[in-house]
């Protein structure tokens, strides 16, 4: 913990994602390798942002992010695609105050389409706040079908049911 809040301290927002994508990959046995490829993950991930801001650059509304209630943690994450078949998730979760609590990734192949990967996301996302005992969340995502889902708390009767 002392090392993610030194992190979180003393590096600037890109050191901090690569530092975060390299802490999510650790569970590679190669950790040379598991730099490369959070690096490369960072990379591809700026590269996917910076197209999208090239591509609104029509858009007049800004959107910022907002902060939850004190005594709440909100929780963002997001699914991109890289390359042909491979694709990325990652998360934040911030406080009242904007301070990062958790970050993660994953980025693996074999990408499924936009609607089940950013519902894969946001499981990965969920299931790893769990685990560190965060419970009090504000859920946000960009994909409005999925949200539009799971505030009908049906299940789906496709693949997105399962989720």
Known sequence: ???????????DNDE???FAAVLGMLEFSNLHSAGKRARAF???YRKVQMDSVLDSKHETACL????????YLKLNMDACRLGEGSFGWGFVLRDHLGVIVMAGSYQWVWFQGAELEET??????LN???RHGHDR?????DCLSLVSKL????????SLGHF
């Open 151 to 158: 505030q009908k708390k049906e299940a789906a009767n496709n």
């Open 137 to 141: 969340l504000i859920v946000e995502s």
């Open 120 to 125: 894969r996301a946001c499981l990965f996302a």
């Open 42 to 44: 960072v990379h591809n």
């Open 16 to 18: 901090l994602g690569e």
């Open 128 to 130: 790893q706040v769990q």
């Open 1 to 11: 913990m002392d090392c993610l809040l030194l992190a979180r301290d003393s590096l």
């Open 64 to 71: 910022e992010w907002r902060p939850p209630d004190a005594g």
